[in-house]
């Protein structure tokens, strides 16, 4: 079975055969062939909002992402994205957290280089002094990372925003700044917020904000893009509804320690989890509603967290909405998490398992850890998340969109999360019904030419090179490159050219993007830089006007 993209000089020939075709099932006659040009309109935009834990032990995980963080905007880049880039802070609030000391950004975008903070005491916890998570990753500061006013599609005023953007090329950053360098800098939050995180409630108050014209974080969010939301946390979530606000302060249901002079991350878990089996390796954990008095079912309003349906409906509104116009448009939620290392590729599963009676894991978090970091020497753990996870499976399909906050490397995370963007983006469809060069295959063999035009420049892009089981990338000596699928039912052994694939948003069915009366093939391009500003692209196909044989 072939399975590659195949380019070469094209001409208009008349061709008559008659075959049984093994794709659609009948005897086709084709009759006639034609040279078809067809326009690349490539649908690359996405918002992304990271939502970074704030709290104590996040110092090196901030450094971490920081340090990874160019191997996420390259492939932003490689892929012709125009994006922005968001982030805010676990910290939104809670009765044990003093306002004034940890000052919780409830969902504010925040984008001030931590350079400026270290004097604030943001890199300051306790007796903990975690300069380096700034100063080991970020080189500029002040009028250095000045943003660019720019308008967006609900405010033609030229401000500056709290993000960072690049689109067709141009950011909103100093010109001589890379987009990884500025992150390296707007990044790394600090360790001073609150230690019981609302990874959840940050994000759905970001989201709000971001559709609030009063609102600093208004405009982010475009009706024609992506949603890709990251949460960045080593704890469990602890998004509490206020009106129960007590069960941190008087009330010790939740405690894990009911002589204790304050609750721990523990009270979070019991709150907010319930595990089933005897343990002390559970079948499973899942999230639960629990009533004030410590009982589990309550109902959504009587429910001492807010109830996960509160973060999956917010979501699923945001992706309705931006279906009305393009039902290919999804909402992504990834995380960087309590999992072990491989979950994300079914080569593990999170353990649910009792810490042992007593110890500092279990008066702390009320669980042991979902994963540990041994090979940096700092012994860091990870609380397994429930109720985050829960949220990210709502709009994962079948993909696991969960990696391992234990790791020292998040490179593989942040690729992987880049090319569940890129797979998510709206598929380059054809105009025609393409020609097959060789009817005795399963595979489609399309002859197409594809072009890059800038001005009176005229490039002929080559075929990417095939790496690993699914990925390309760009051959040496060229600056883009094409990929050609042409599989819309899994057919041919490999699955490089099967062809994108969605969920019907009214039945829920799967369906291919590209496979219809019209057309029969989908187009990509990968980049080995930014997109070329003011490129337009072009395939021309020998197009098939084929019937059934009579």
């Given at each position: 079975m072939?399975?590659r993209t195949?380019?070469f ?10 075959l049984e075709h ?5 005897e086709l006659?084709?009759t006639?062939?034609k ?9 690359g ?5 990271f939502v970074i834990d704030?709290s ?12 990874n963080?160019e191997?996420f905007a ?5 892929m012709?994205a125009?994006?922005?880039i968001?982030?805010?802070t676990?910290?939104s609030g ?5 306002t004034a ?9 925040v984008?001030?280089s931590c350079?400026?903070?270290?004097g604030?005491?943001a890199?300051?916890f306790?007796?903990?002094?975690a300069a380096?998570a700034?100063?080991?990753v970020c080189?500029?500061?002040g009028?250095?990372?000045?943003i660019?006013?720019?308008a967006t ?7 500056e ?15 001589e ?15 001073n917020?609150c230690g019981h ?11 709000k904000k971001?559709?609030a ?5 208004y ?6 893009a992506?949603?890709?939301?990251v949460l960045?946390t080593?704890?469990t ?6 009106g ?5 302060i008087?009330?010790?249901t ?9 609750p ?5 878990w019991?709150?907010?989890v319930?595990?089933?089996?005897p343990g002390?390796v ?9 009533s ?14 807010r109830?996960?349906?509160?973060y999956?409906?917010?979501?699923a509104k945001?992706r ?5 116009s ?6 992504l ?12 590729s079914?080569?593990t599963?999170?353990v ?6 007593g110890?500092?894991q279990?008066?702390n978090f009320?669980i042991a850890?979902g994963?540990?970091?041994n090979s940096?020497?700092?012994g860091?753990?990870a ?7 829960a949220?990210?499976?709502a709009?994962a399909?079948?993909?696991r ?11 593989p995370?942040?690729?992987g999360?880049a090319?569940q ?5 709206r598929p380059v469809?054809?105009k ?10 399963e595979?489609l ?15 002929e892009?080559?075929p990417c090179?095939?790496v690993?089981e699914l990925?390309?990338?760009v ?7 094409t990929?050609v699928l042409?599989?819309p039912?899994g ?6 050219d099967?062809m994108?694939?969605t969920?019907d948003?009214?039945t829920g069915e799967?369906?291919?993007l590209?496979?219809?009366?019209e ?10 830089g930014?997109?070329v500003?003011?490129?337009i692209?072009?395939?021309t196909?020998?197009?098939?006007a084929?019937e059934?044989?009579?």
């Amino acid at each position: 079975m072939k399975s590659r993209t195949v380019l070469f000089p094209l001409v208009s020939v008349a061709l008559t055969a008659c075959l049984e075709h093994p794709v659609v099932g009948v005897e086709l006659c084709k009759t006639e062939n034609k040279e078809i040009r067809i326009p690349l309109d490539e649908g690359g935009d996405v918002d992304i909002l990271f939502v970074i834990d704030n709290s104590g032990s996040m110092a090196e995980e901030q450094a971490r992402l920081a340090r990874n963080f160019e191997a996420f905007a390259r492939r932003l880049d490689e892929m012709g994205a125009h994006y922005r880039i968001g982030v805010t802070t676990t910290d939104s609030g809670n009765p044990r957290c003093e306002t004034a000391v940890t000052t919780p950004e409830g969902g504010d975008l925040v984008l001030r280089s931590c350079l400026e903070r270290l004097g604030e005491g943001a890199f300051q916890f306790n007796d903990i002094d975690a300069a380096f998570a700034c100063t080991d990753v970020c080189g500029l500061g002040g009028d250095a990372l000045a943003i660019t006013p720019t308008a967006t599609d609900l405010d033609p005023e030229l401000r500056e925003r709290p993000w960072i953007e690049k689109i067709d090329g141009e950011t909103n950053l100093p010109r001589e700044v890379e987009v990884a360098d500025a992150f390296a800098c707007f990044g790394p939050q600090g360790i001073n917020g609150c230690g019981h995180e609302q990874p959840l409630e940050s994000m759905y108050l970001a989201l709000k904000k971001a559709l609030a014209p009063t609102e600093g974080n208004y405009g982010f969010l475009r009706d024609n893009a992506l949603l890709s939301v990251v949460l960045v946390t080593d704890e469990t979530d602890c998004s509490f509804e206020p009106g129960f606000r007590d069960i941190f302060i008087d009330d010790k249901t939740f405690w894990e320690d009911p002589d204790g002079l304050a609750p721990t991350s523990a009270a979070c878990w019991n709150a907010g989890v319930l595990c089933s089996g005897p343990g002390p390796v559970y079948d499973g954990c899942e999230p639960a509603n629990y009533s004030i008095d410590g009982e589990p079912g309550a109902a959504d309003a009587d429910a001492v967290l807010r109830p996960i349906t509160r973060y999956v409906d917010l979501l699923a509104k945001i992706r309705a909405d931006k279906q009305v116009s393009d039902p290919s448009r999804e909402v992504l939620v990834s995380l960087i998490a309590g999992v072990p290392a491989g979950y994300e590729s079914g080569e593990t599963d999170i353990v649910y398992a009792e810490a042992e009676a007593g110890s500092e894991q279990d008066l702390n978090f009320g669980i042991a850890p979902g994963c540990v970091n041994n090979s940096d020497g700092s012994g860091s753990t990870a609380v397994p998340p429930v109720r985050e996870r829960a949220v990210a499976e709502a709009f994962a399909g079948d993909e696991r969109n969960l990696y391992s906050i234990c790791e020292d490397d998040y490179t593989p995370a942040l690729k992987g999360i880049a090319r569940q963007i890129e797979k998510a983006f709206r598929p380059v469809c054809g105009k025609t019904m393409v020609a097959d060069r060789d009817l005795e295959t399963e595979a489609l063999d399309a002859d197409c030419r594809i072009q890059q035009r800038v001005d009176d420049e005229i490039l002929e892009l080559p075929p990417c090179v095939p790496v690993g089981e699914l990925d390309w990338e760009v051959p040496e000596g060229s600056s883009v490159c094409t990929i050609v699928l042409t599989d819309p039912r899994g057919l041919t052994p490999s699955k490089r050219d099967d062809m994108s694939r969605t969920l019907d948003p009214e039945t829920g069915e799967e369906v291919v993007l590209c496979d219809n009366d019209e057309t029969n093939v989908e187009f990509k391009l990968r980049r080995a830089g930014p997109r070329v500003r003011g490129a337009i692209y072009t395939a021309t196909c020998l197009s098939d006007a084929a019937e059934e044989c009579q």
